[in-house]
């Protein structure tokens, strides 16, 4: 069997929009693996602010991405023996891997890393570029997307369910600053790919919007192409 034989569904969009919740149940509901390629960056930059080292160093972080040392295991990310599963999640760390993700070294020190979770019997991956960069190839391209109110909403509620305190401006104004961040980046910039389907989740639960991957695949399937 060939690498490129084993299906892939690509779910990209901006932060907080839901992609990961909606991405983590198609994968149970098909039985594949799942990619969170956020959570390589959040990792990296987690990994460089515990060392200290300077946000700016292009050479020094794509090094970090090389070497980082992790394992996804269920809900678990440990990187070393620590899970850092809530450490990469906090705002300093949002911030941080969208300053980082624009570096062109570090995205591509991270690349192999991505595409080694292309196993049988399929992957669904979400992130920024996973249906126009790492995985072009992929069966079905989704955009996920809401507006950024509902975003910001999303966030603060499941913040506060986590015991975390947050305000809902501030995480409104960081949503529209990370976004501005990563469309306009010129490495792998976050965009609806000419390939990609639109799925704005503004007025949709996260059922919802999983049924509509689902179909949208198994119409994939049926024409087809698989
Ligand atoms: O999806 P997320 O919010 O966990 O991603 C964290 C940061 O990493 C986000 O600011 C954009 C960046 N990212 C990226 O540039 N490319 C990806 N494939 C995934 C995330």
Do not use: W
Request: charged share 25%; net charge neutral; aromatic share 6%.
């Amino acid at each position: 069997m060939n690498f490129s034989d084993i299906p892939v569904i690509a779910i990209d969009g901006p932060s907080a929009s839901g992609k990961g919740t909606v991405a983590q149940r198609v994968a149970r509901k098909l039985g594949f693996h799942y990619l969170d390629s956020g959570a390589l960056y959040r990792l990296v930059a987690l990994s460089a602010m515990r060392s200290k080292l300077d946000l700016a160093d292009e050479g020094m972080l794509s090094d970090v991405a090389i070497r980082l040392d992790v394992v996804f295991e269920d809900a678990e990310i440990r990187l070393g023996n620590e899970n850092v599963a809530d450490a990469i999640r906090t705002e300093r760390c949002s911030n941080a891997a969208s300053r980082i993700a624009a570096y062109p070294q570090v995205r591509k020190a991270l690349l192999a890393r991505q595409r080694a979770f292309r196993c049988l019997p399929g992957l669904v991956a979400d992130g920024r570029d996973m249906g126009s960069i790492v995985f072009p190839d992929a069966v079905l391209k989704i955009f996920l997307t809401a507006s950024a109110q509902t975003r910001a909403q999303r966030r603060y509620k499941q913040l506060m369910e986590k015991g975390i305190d947050a305000n809902i401006s501030t995480l409104f104004q960081d949503i529209q600053e990370r976004d501005a961040r990563d469309s306009n980046r010129s490495a792998a910039p976050l965009h609806q790919d000419a390939g990609a389907s639109l799925l704005n989740t503004t007025e949709l639960d996260i059922g919802q919007a999983v049924d509509s991957v689902l179909n949208q695949y198994a119409e994939v399937c049926t024409k087809g192409h698989l």
